[in-house]
């Protein structure tokens, strides 16, 4: 069995930050992408930021030059630094990653809980 649990979310004034943190534990032999997810009540879930197990990253326009996405490979874990918050960044945080358990499995997609972030004054 995989899971992912999330930490760091809250309610923070607009213009301050954030780390957010996903753990993956279980059986797992591999991991490649690792991506932070949100979804504001009303809207559609939004991919925020992904990392490869390049360390190459992405981001979405919206959060670019604000956010950092990061990962530890030794702890199975995948970071997200926000900055300079915004309350349209008020949302349902998840985390996903594409796991691989044994040599000989394929890789499957696994959530975390997903954890709340409040930005308001």
């Known amino acids: 069995q995989v899971h992912l649990v999330e930490s760091g979310g809250g309610m923070v004034q607009p213009g301050g930050s954030l780390r957010l943190s996903c753990a993956a534990s279980?059986?797992?032999?591999?991991?490649?992408?690792m991506n932070w997810s949100r979804q504001a009540p009303g809207k559609r879930r939004e991919l925020v930021a992904t990392i490869d197990d390049t360390f190459r990253t992405e981001y979405a326009d919206s959060v670019k030059g604000r956010f950092t996405i990061s990962r530890d490979n030794a702890k199975n874990t995948v970071y997200l630094q926000m900055g300079s918050l915004k309350p349209e960044d008020t949302a349902v945080y998840y985390c996903n990653a594409h796991i691989l358990k044994t040599p000989t499995d394929d890789y499957k997609d696994y959530w975390g809980q997903g954890t709340q972030v409040t930005v308001s004054s």
């Open positions: 279980g059986t797992i032999f591999n991991i490649n992408d």
